[in-house]
């Protein structure tokens, strides 16, 4: 039943939205909420490709933190599959040639498979190290099947991405996955090597070659034993490559150091088998960076393949900033023409995604079936080739008006803002990690990018809108990673924006996760309060144009770290702040202010929060208030704090553990009742089994909890939100596959 207590006097005009709408609606005793994946398309890292050998329009794409996902139609559109992945970043993708619905999947939570074409995963784990909580115990960098035994299978450990040195091992299987042995011959001759790619000779099945970080390495004994080989090599490679046509010839691509001279990154090719090399990269890009620059001002190549048919025709992906793209040979690398161009006489289509310069390539495939069709995968968006490499189309988007796009099912990004505005529910604001602010005036039916005089393409972008000019919108944006940012103001829905706030304003250059609005004062004259990764809390009583620190109280010496700030609906000086731990304040927690900010005193009593991350408080009562905390260990006091979510009914005196998990990272009391709670749980990915546990809900104010996953790809919860005017109407922010929308079917019309 609805819950009928009298409701505090609404603070803005979302919240009287709310309470008129919730006089018509009551909560049933079970939820059902199905979700959907709206999202924009594109937007993260793609690690991996494969092409299926017998049909040239399914391919199958990795991401960093997405998961799997495959296409049916030559990339058009896509659907996401990660039921059994319990770790989303993948490294390596293998498809069984006897049966094409066998599938192998290597990353960093280490070795899957899928009997069904994708649909599902099994974890194969028979032969690996146990399940660890605090590591990968088997990450998986380099996979490859032997072309004459498909139940043969070599699996490389490492972390290709950071260049983590490994233990060496190669695991191997003879049955199809079920059990593993590991191989330590590498181990025997270099210590710490990390896999970056595996090949066996077509014509040769116990030949193998491995390009690793300490160089190429070769055994002629299917993996018992290596040798190093590759005279005229540098040590350090990314990738290794055999032309099926001529097994002699081998391609490596070679890393480059930053600050060391000469450059001698590129391609190298072998017509010995691997035994020497010549360096074939003189037509490729040439840059070395200084040594304090970002490894991305070096030119490095990433991966290098051939055409399975003309053994001269080559193509080369190009990873960093300067001279990225891909190059092609058409005379086994004595010459390279560049083949993704960008600006005037370009050739790439690139959907939504237009900021920076030509893309990246972080991974490449030809299909086997028809070796025209190539795909390349970057930091941010697939595209294919259907004329061997002359022109290009993104997979990820399609155009539904002029300056307005639409999702095709691949999702890679992550979200961790979105704000619905009070007046128009339509209009709903999203802020996402590298690709900054994006916006849907038709509730997710279609995307536009919204960042036009925001200097920071930013990583983070929480917006708050202004309930009586819906047109005014303050957002908080930066590089997170680089920990630089802001605040911005827009008059115009955020079509164009002003910086606000700035050290010249009173606001220091820092990140800016958390921003609040207190809609009570004058339009024109409205009060913001902001964190400042390092600095505090900064509030602004003149609609953003200056701003002072309110620090009096909060936290010890040394730096602060709030991690956010929520005002009490019915009084909105009383204004509430979660710190995580700093040298100041080791076990960090909540900060009431009963002046709008002019003073703080720490509540949490004996309750402990080293690691908060949300605060939420009960719209109808303000008393009842909960907190989402991450799992914490103190290494110091051999301590470990619990995560999950906490309730207080005394206005966060006291507080009682009502949900516990790994990552609490949201928390969201539904306006209709307070018996209604919805939390969103997440997990760090650095660890076997790092899948967040989704969305979980309450109908007895968190007392229990039943999970709400169903049509969630991606259980990496980083938000929640419910629409202020038909507050059955949620979004959620994922870690990796964009947004979703759902519609909390137990509320329904009386």
């Not at 991405?161 to 011959?185: C, V």
């Not at 040590?235 to 099926?244: C, N």
């Not at 005014?472 to 911005?488: N, Y």
């Not at 010890?556 to 009490?568: E, M, N, Q, T």
Request: with cysteine; net charge neutral; aromatic share 8%.
């Amino acid at each position: 039943m609805l819950d009928r207590k009298r409701l505090p006097v609404p603070a803005t005009l979302a919240a009287l939205l709310v309470l008129m709408w919730a006089s018509s609606w009551h909560a049933a005793l079970a939820g059902d909420i199905r979700w959907t994946n709206i999202g924009p398309g594109g937007g993260g890292w793609i690690t991996c490709l494969a092409c299926d050998p017998r049909d040239r329009d399914v391919v199958y794409a990795g991401c960093d933190v997405g998961g799997f996902y495959k296409s049916t139609d030559g990339g058009r559109t896509w659907r996401i599959h990660n039921d059994g992945l319990t770790a989303d970043y993948l490294e390596r993708i293998v498809v069984d040639g006897t049966d094409t619905n066998v599938l192998y999947i290597g990353g960093r939570g280490g070795m899957f498979k899928s009997v069904n074409g994708g649909r599902t995963w099994e974890w194969l784990r028979n032969g690996f190290p146990g399940p660890n909580e605090s590591r990968y115990s088997a990450p998986i960098g380099a996979l490859t099947m032997d072309p004459s035994d498909h139940l043969v299978l070599y699996a490389g450990t490492g972390l290709p991405r950071q260049r983590t040195p490994g233990d060496g091992l190669i695991y191997k299987t003879t049955d199809g996955g079920q059990s593993w042995t590991p191989l330590d011959g590498v181990a025997k001759i270099e210590a710490g090597v990390c896999f970056f790619e595996i090949v066996i000779r077509p014509d040769q099945p116990r030949t193998l070659l491995a390009a690793t970080d300490k160089g190429l390495l070769r055994s002629d004994d299917a993996g018992d034993s290596w040798r190093k080989i590759g005279r005229g090599l540098p040590d350090s490679l990314t990738d290794v490559a055999i032309s099926s046509t001529r097994p002699d010839v081998v391609y490596v691509t070679v890393w480059t150091t930053p600050g060391e001279r000469p450059w001698r990154g590129g391609v190298y090719r072998s017509t010995d088998g691997g035994e020497t090399f010549t360096d074939v990269s003189a037509e490729l890009p040439h840059n070395v960076g200084k040594p304090a620059a970002a490894p991305q001002l070096t030119c490095n190549f990433l991966k290098v393949t051939t055409d399975p048919r003309d053994p001269d025709r080559v193509y080369a992906g190009a990873s960093s900033w300067v001279g990225a793209g891909l190059f092609r040979s058409l005379d086994a690398g004595t010459h390279w023409e560049r083949s993704t161009r960008k600006g005037e006489g370009g050739n790439l289509d690139v959907g939504w995604i237009t900021m920076g310069g030509i893309p990246g390539i972080k991974c490449l495939a030809v299909s086997p079936r028809d070796p025209r069709r190539i795909f390349v995968g970057t930091s941010m968006l697939v595209l294919r080739s259907d004329d061997g490499g002359d022109s290009w189309t993104q997979c990820f988007c399609r155009q539904v008006r002029p300056g307005w796009w639409q999702g095709n099912g691949l999702e890679t990004t992550c979200i961790s803002h979105i704000a619905v505005d009070p007046t128009n529910s339509g209009r709903v604001y999203f802020g996402y990690a590298d690709v900054g602010l994006l916006a849907t005036e038709d509730g997710g039916g279609s995307f536009q990018r919204r960042v036009e005089g925001i200097p920071w393409h930013g990583d983070l972008a929480p917006v708050v809108v202004d309930p009586e000019r819906p047109n005014v919108l303050w957002c908080g944006m930066g590089k997170g990673r680089r920990g630089i940012g802001g605040v911005a103001k827009s008059e115009d829905y955020g079509k164009s924006w002003v910086v606000v706030g700035k050290p010249e304003t009173g606001l220091p250059d820092a990140t800016t996760a958390c921003l609040v609005l207190d809609p009570s004062g004058a339009p024109g004259a409205r009060a913001l309060y902001v964190t400042s990764a390092g600095n505090g809390v900064y509030k602004s009583t003149d609609d953003g144009a200056t701003w002072k620190p309110v620090n009096d109280g909060l936290g010890g010496r040394g730096p602060l770290r709030p991690s956010c700030i929520v005002l009490d609906p019915g009084n909105t000086q009383r204004v509430f702040v979660g710190l995580k731990r700093t040298d100041g304040d080791p076990v960090g927690g909540i900060y009431k202010s009963e002046d709008g900010g002019g003073s703080w005193t720490k509540i949490n009593g004996a309750t402990e929060f080293p690691d908060i991350y949300h605060i939420a408080i009960d719209p109808r009562n303000p008393t009842v208030m909960f907190v989402a905390v991450r799992r914490y260990y103190d290494h110091q006091s051999k301590r470990q704090y619990p995560g999950g979510v906490y309730r207080s009914d005394d206005g966060g005196v006291t507080w009682s553990l009502v949900l516990e998990d790994r990552f609490g990272s949201c928390v969201l009391v539904s306006p209709l009742s307070s018996n209604v709670v919805y939390a969103g749980l997440t997990d760090h990915p650095y660890h076997d089994n790092c899948k967040g546990s989704g969305v979980m809900k309450s109908t007895d104010g968190g007392r229990t909890w039943h999970p709400e996953n169903e049509g969630l790809t991606c259980t990496q919860i980083g938000t929640i939100v419910c629409d202020p005017q038909n507050p059955a109407v949620l979004y959620i922010g994922t870690g990796g596959n964009g947004v979703f929308k759902g519609r909390d079917a137990a509320l329904t019309r009386e």
